[in-house]
Each structure stands twice: as C-alpha cells, then as structure tokens.
C-alpha cells in the first residue's frame, strides 16, 4: 500500500501537469482560435467589397477588381476564382472550380496546387446576382507552420512542467517525510517513557510551528496530568495507609483485648468513623477529577451568586458563633452571574470552613465580594467577580502557599488538624472549572484567600 506521502506527491504532480495542460491547451485554441478568425473575417470583408463594385460596376468590374488584387498579393496567399454558371472560368489564380466546395456560404478546407506547391486553404463560395459564382479564399500555410511551431513549443513545454511536477512532488513528499518524521521520532521517545521530548520549532513555516506549538502544548498538559496521577498515586498510597493500618489496628486490638460487648461495639463504631473518612477522601478525589475533566460544565445555569453565598453563611454561622469568631462581609445586594451553583457553593464552603479552622478565639473573618472590568485592556470580555476570604491565623509561608493546591497537601500549622488536604485542591478546580483565578497571600496575620472568575461563562 502507497505511503501518505507519495499519495500526497502524486496528487500534487498530477494537479500541477493537469492545470498546465489546461493553461497551454487555452492558449493553443486562443492562437489558433485567432488566426481562423482574422481569416474568415478577411475573406468576409473581400467579398462585401466584390458585391459592391459589382453593384456599381457590374460584372467587368468585378473580374478588373480580380485581377487587380491578384496583382497586388505580394504575398500570394489570396485565392479568387469567378466562373460561369456552366463553371467556365473568368477571373481567378485557379485553374477550376474543386469538386469539394458544393454549396455556398459554407466554409471549406481544400488542397491548392499553387507554382507547384501543395497548400492548404480556407474558402467560401458565394452566388453572384448575374448567376456566376465565387470563390474566395486565403493560403494558410502560414498559418499551419506558426500552429506547428506553437503545437511543438507547447509540447516541450509541456515537458518541462512534467519535470517541475516531478521534481516539486519529490521534494513535497520529503519534506512531508521530514515533518512526520519528527513527529514520528517525538511520539516514539514519548511512548518509551521520555516526557520531556518536544516537536522542534524552526519559524521556517508558520503553520507548522502552530501545529508543532499545539502539539507541544498538549504533551505538557499530558506532563502534567502524567505528574499528577504520579502525585495523587504517591499521596494516596501515604495518605490513605495510616488511617487503614489505624482500623485495621482497633479491629485486631478489639478483637484480642476486648473485656466486654460494650467495648467491641466502641472500637467498631470507630473504625467505621475512619472509614467514612477514607470515603469522604475518595469522594473528593472523585469529584475533582470529574470537574478537571469538564465534566460538570453540564450543569452551568444562571443564577444569584449573593443568594448563594448567603446561603452558606448561614449554615456555618452557628460554628462561627460556637468558635467565638465574627463573621464581617461586604457584597452587592446582587450578583447574577453563570456557572455550577452546587460547585460554588462548595468552594465556598472549603474555605469558609478553613478560616473557621485556623482561626484564634475571638479572631475576624472577612468576606468580600466585589465586581471589576476585565483585568487587560479595553473591555472585551465580561466583567470579573473578585471573592476574598480573610482570616487571622497562623497563615501559611511563601513556599507552603505554592504548594497548597496540591492534593493530600498540607501545611506544617495544619499537620494536627483534622482533614485530608483536599480542600484547596477542590477548589483549584471549581476555580478553573469556571474560568478563573485562585491565589494565595499572606494578611496581617492570616491568610488571604482570593478568587477571581468571569460572571459569565460560555456553556459547551
């Protein structure tokens, strides 16, 4: 079976032979085309003039106009022949009338036989008012040699572009060779487990560098998500260890030391508590990966994200209040934007619940929700939706914040708290799910936690 690319290359050779026989083949009728033309239109114009001088001198002037113009062909390319009805001839440089010409006004092809030299000429016959006919034509011997000469030009020509096809379609299919190559030798190096290997970009050809750059930018998001299953793979199997082995350790120590039924159900009851944990943690690895993968785009739908957010800070200010914290917020009265209302109000919840965490007795929370233009240059886009929670606790240093978003991540401050450090990595990925931004930064104490999103979203 033919490769692509010889494919490719014939299909090019054949195109480019094909639009040139095309291109001389028009311009062989064209020439041609002309000098039938000017010949026909010759022999026409001859014999309108015949017709007049007949009309005004009758027929002797019509055999002195002959003669005249025979004795003015200094080419000797015109043909006159003027005989009786009873074709006896009267006038004319032919000997008599050809057998082939039958009827008048019709254009013929006949052999003349012309100071012994056989040409080819074009005539038509005409009937003359006295009852005599005419026949008037020119040599085309001329016109037959420029044609042979035109048709053997064409020919070569023809050639040559037979060449240039060959030799263009060569060349086309080893750069196509050379190209997938490249692609060929990258993807091998890939599958043999070298992820750092790219598509070479050269800025000879714009849009093979746009094709190389999106290639190269879908290997480093293979990179990434290659590193992250590598991640999540490392910290779920550390993670998830110690609250297995703590189960596992209760089933086996009930199971030995045990004095009562009361006991037993005690260490039963918490090892179900810690596998509701473990299951709470998968439930969460599950989510993010399906709002990575864009799988909950589906359920974007406008609503009031004021509503929303009042919402849940209504559900933890109970927690706020048991904690001794304030709660201050500032926000529009509304804000209806589009989006996943469940998944907002998620994110929302992580770091409402992470600032109630890390927060000191007596400490504030704040919340602030405002509405800013599109952060470059002239609007284009809509409007930004900026959330910032801030609390007063330990904080986080430069180095921990670059790695919050990190599943199974946590912070040395947050070592002997309770959760799995999934939080901010949810909503990392509710944050990107809807276009945004999240970012971190350090308060006055605390930490300040901003995100920024577009109010509106395109659906899929």
Known sequence: MQS??????LAYGVLFVVSAVVFLSFVWWGTVGLLERQT????????????STFAVKGHSGVVSLINERLEQDVDDNAIYLLVSSQNEWIAGNLEGWPAIVRHAGRWYTLDVNRIDTENMAKVKAFNMPDGDRLLIGRDMSGRTQLSRMLTEGLLWTFVMVSVLAAGGGWLTRRLLRLIIASISKTTQAITQGDM???LPVLGLDKEMDEVAYTINEMLDRIARL???VKQVSNSIAHDLRTPITRARNQLEEAANQAKSPEELHEAIDQTIRNLDHLTDICAALLRIAQ???GARRSAFAPFDFIVALRDVIELYDAVIEDQGLTLVHTMPETLPCVGDRAMYQQAL???L???IKFSPPHAQITITVKIVPPPTGPKTGPDHMILTVEDQGPGMTPEDMARATERFFRAEQARHTSGAGLGLALVQAIVQLHGGILKLSAGNPGLIVTIDTPISVRTP
Do not use: Y
């Open 4 to 9: 692509i690319t010889l494919q490719f290359a």
């Open 40 to 51: 026909e239109h010759s022999i026409t114009a001859d014999a309108h003039s015949i017709f």
């Open 196 to 198: 750092t290997r790219r």
């Open 226 to 228: 290659m590193d992250g």
């Open 291 to 293: 709002i990575e993968a």
């Open 349 to 351: 919840a992580n770091l």
């Open 353 to 355: 619940d992470n600032a």
